[in-house]
């Protein structure tokens, strides 16, 4: 019995011992865990843009082809893309290859009217001579006066229409010939989609005709972009945009939105919205027409105000607040009034200083 009571106290005091030993380790691995300590951050004044952003090209506003007025060979360009015109500048020449039925009817007409003309000269002499002898009247002297000259008119107009056909040009247009292709308009030749020796087509009503050349103003350029229809209600004509052209890596241009379709494109389950706006260059600066690009849409700004990372911002319910520190790792709250957020960097309209340090919640340092 005596023996039994032994065995049970010993049990106890081995009991007390190992609850005993639990605690002390569990303090002293308490007192050893590391202690959050939290960053902190002020204000600061900066600019805050709301922005979407809209991907597309850069290019002329106007891009005139330049097709010739009779069809032929080209028989000699005078330009290559990259050189800059002025309108009337000669870009090429084509050579007639004469139609043989048409050619064929043109020198019969030069034939006929030949044989007239000389029919009516010798008219003209012989009433010229009646005319003197008292033979014949003034009117009717007159009127073979007037067939002589209306049978050389007829005579150089069949020599002009055979020139016509057989070259491209009349011999009384001087300078002015069809067979020398002109630039319509100043600028840059954009692209010369010929060769010497490829035919060409003139432009009716059945044929657009070929293409000599495009000549563009390098200075008018417009950005043509595509924006999402959850945007399209944001943009207004006139609101500014940033350019970044992915070949021009560093260098942002600005430009003004200046059209806004009224029609919507499905795209890969979107609706897309084209966009148009006029890109403002600086003295030098030069862009190729073509060149891909990333318009930031500016929906609203701000100018040097104050204004902290959306991280330090705390919600309670649609309530925002921040932790204002009031002594080491100690922090009070404090109610604050937002304005504009581009999504990183909120603008503080009323609640915080800038010379106040605000906690960092969501990035605790642990000792």
Aim: charged share 25%; glycine share 8%.
């Amino acid at each position: 019995m005596k023996k039994g009571r032994v065995t049970l106290l010993l049990i106890f005091v081995l009991l007390v011992v190992a609850g005993a030993a639990y605690t002390l380790n569990h303090l002293y691995e308490k007192e050893q865990a590391p202690q959050a300590r939290f960053g902190v951050e002020t204000p600061r004044i900066a600019d805050i843009i709301k922005k979407s952003v809209s991907s597309g090209t850069i290019g002329p506003r106007k891009e005139i082809l330049i097709k010739p007025q009779i069809s032929g060979i080209v028989d000699e360009l005078f330009v290559e893309a990259g050189d800059t015109v002025m309108a009337g500048a000669v870009l090429a020449r084509v050579r007639v290859v004469p139609d043989m039925a048409a050619l064929a009817s043109a020198q019969s007409r030069v034939e006929r009217s030949r044989i007239s003309l000389e029919n009516s000269r010798r008219d003209f002499e012989r009433q010229e001579s009646l005319l003197a002898s008292g033979v014949v009247s003034e009117q009717d002297f007159q009127q073979s006066e007037t067939s002589y000259l209306q049978a050389q008119e007829e005579k150089l107009a069949a020599e002009d229409n055979l020139r016509i056909v057989k070259e491209g040009a009349a011999s009384r247009a001087g300078e002015a010939s069809n067979t020398m292709i002109t630039s319509t308009v100043d600028g840059m030749v954009l692209d010369v989609p010929v060769e010497v020796g490829n035919q060409v087509i003139q432009a009716n009503t059945f044929n657009e005709g070929t293409t000599i050349s495009s000549v563009a103003d390098m200075t008018d350029l417009i950005f043509r972009g595509q924006i999402d229809e959850s945007e399209i209600e944001n943009l207004r004509v006139g609101i500014p945009l940033i350019l970044s052209i992915g070949a021009m890596p560093g260098k942002k241009f600005d430009a003004v939105l200046e059209y806004i379709s009224p029609k919507g494109v499905p795209d890969n389950g979107a609706v897309q919205f084209e966009i148009r706006a006029a890109v403002t260059l600086d003295e030098g600066d030069f862009i190729r027409a073509g060149f891909s690009a990333n318009a930031d849409v500016v929906l609203d700004q701000r100018k040097q105000v104050l204004a902290l990372s959306e991280a330090l911002v705390q919600y309670e319910g649609p309530k925002p607040f921040v932790e204002v520190q009031v002594g080491p790792q100690q922090f009070e709250r404090r109610d604050v009034e937002l304005g504009l957020s581009d999504g990183l960097t909120v603008e503080v309209l009323s609640g915080v200083e800038a010379s106040d340090s605000l906690k960092r919640w969501n990035q605790p340092i642990f000792d």
